[in-house]
């Protein structure tokens, strides 16, 4: 191969790869629990089962509804507090280049962002056997931010996702202990990421005499997209204070339209054609959900309950994105997520007629493989404990706290530049993570 030829195929991958990190709505490992406080202290148990006894059951089965007295509104906050601290990372440039070591933070410190999560409920009772129902939640999210020196810069530097979920909601008794119930899901998507690009890498590898990594640029990905889903689920009680329930939420498909912009780009003519920004789209889908939930109470008083749920997270092989800019290619970033499932028991207590209690544990298994994982989401599995109670101030008021910790397994990162596809030019990159969680929920129910 010639020199030139070598030179343009070099530019190229450069252009291709600019922002080749997997848009944050279409990563793994950010589904968002937290949206009941009643359910928090129970660590989700019962959940599809309606274990709360109230409308927040709802984000978890729409047959929920079937277990709800009257009318109710409800708003929740849930304060997300991440702690995930890098330490150890380590990166060197692909072998061809040298294989230099890339200068930077080796210890960027907690990256992971707080987070409040908003979610509203309405359940309005038509008839006995007719019941309409309005869930508003947040049900996917991520945030992670790394300072801009750090050594796998190249690899992400911020990554964001909001989502805004609306659910109508409406079910029917079909026979005096099984609710069949359905809903849509009119889905809100807003994503950006970040991530400095290694324009001394680049241009020395064309033959330009500059020193990788003395170049550096930033690029950015952001876009957003409305999508339709849709929700099903069934309340079996065959005897009074005994529930099962099963519920499924589909996915949702997005086409993130938006536009992608670079910094600091280097005065070559076909750098600054190639990183000019351009509109982007991007085809991204939430993963769907299954879950099965049981509630019993052994006495009046105390009540067992367990949910299991399974996510289809092997639906996302890859992240496409699209450039309207001619001089770049799609970006193909391979993904390969495994199916994962998330197991929790829980018990409540009714301490008197105004007071409950609750305590719950879980195991959420991450659907990151240890082949791809990334430092915009640096997942592994996870283990829930947590309590909560409730109170009933008035006949018409009822507040809920519920508080988890969640530990999660040590996660490593080791991703390998071989200068092809997503890869090129991001440099090798090993590190080390320690991560943990804690929720707080706060909700008030009021019945009408």
């Known amino acids: 191969m010639s020199k030139r030829s070598l030179k343009g195929n070099l530019l190229a991958a450069a252009a291709a790869v600019a922002i080749a990190a997997p848009l944050p709505a279409g990563a793994a490992g950010y589904l968002l629990k937290e949206q009941s406080a009643s359910g928090q202290g129970t660590s989700f148990a019962g959940a599809a089962a309606n274990g ?22 409800i708003g929740v906050l849930s304060g997300v507090f991440p702690t995930s601290k890098t330490s150890n990372a380590r990166g060197t440039r692909a072998t061809r280049l040298g294989g230099s070591t890339i200068v930077g933070t080796s210890d960027p410190g907690d990256v992971g962002m707080d987070a409040v999560i908003p979610s509203g409920y309405l359940a309005y009772t038509v008839s006995p056997d007719v019941k309409l129902g309005l869930a508003i939640t947040a049900p996917w999210g991520l945030s992670t931010d790394y300072p801009e020196s750090w050594t796998g810069r190249y690899h992400g530097i911020h990554s964001s996702l909001l989502t805004i979920n609306i659910s109508p909601t409406v079910s029917y008794r079909l026979f005096p202990d099984l609710t069949v119930a359905g809903g849509l899901q009119f889905q809100y998507a807003k ?9 001394g890498s680049i241009l020395a590898a064309t033959g330009v005499p500059i020193a990788p990594g003395s170049r550096d ?25 005994t529930r099962f329930g099963v519920s499924y939420r589909s996915s949702v498909f997005h086409e993130l339209d938006g536009d992608s912009k670079f910094e600091a780009v280097p005065a070559v003519p076909a750098l600054q054609a190639s990183f000019a920004g351009s509109p982007v ?3 991204v889908a939430t993963p769907d959900v299954i879950a099965f939930g049981a509630y019993h109470e052994l006495t009046s008083s105390f009540a ?16 496409r994105i699209r450039y309207r800019n001619p001089l770049r290619a799609d970006t193909v970033t391979d993904e390969n997520w495994d199916d994962s499932w998330f197991f929790a028991l ?5 301490w008197n007629e105004k007071l409950t209690l609750r305590a719950g544990v879980a195991y959420d298994q991450t659907p990151v493989s240890d082949q791809y994982r990334t430092p915009r989401i640096p997942d592994e599995d996870r283990y829930w404990v947590s309590i909560g109670a409730g109170y009933q101030f008035t006949d018409s008021i009822r507040t809920d706290i519920g508080y988890s910790h969640i530990f999660a397994n040590k996660a490593k990162i080791n991703l390998r530049d071989n200068l092809t596809g997503s890869d090129a030019f991001r440099g090798n990159l090993t590190a080390d993570y320690k991560a943990h969680v804690d929720v707080i929920a706060l909700q008030t129910k009021i019945t009408f």
Do not use: C
């Open 52 to 73: 709360m006894g109230d409308a927040t059951g709802l984000f978890f089965n729409p047959a929920a509804l079937g277990a709800i007295e009257g009318n109710q509104a």
């Open 191 to 199: 994503a950006r990421l970040s991530q400095a690009v290694d324009f």
């Open 217 to 241: 640029g930033v690029g950015e990905v952001k876009g957003d997209d409305w999508g339709v889903g849709f929700t099903a689920g069934m309340l079996y009680e065959p005897v009074k204070g």
């Open 346 to 350: 829980g018990a409540a207590y009714k």
């Open 281 to 283: 789209r991007a085809k």
């Open 304 to 319: 067992v309950m367990a949910d299991a749920h399974w996510t289809n997270w092997s639906r996302f092989k890859e992240l």
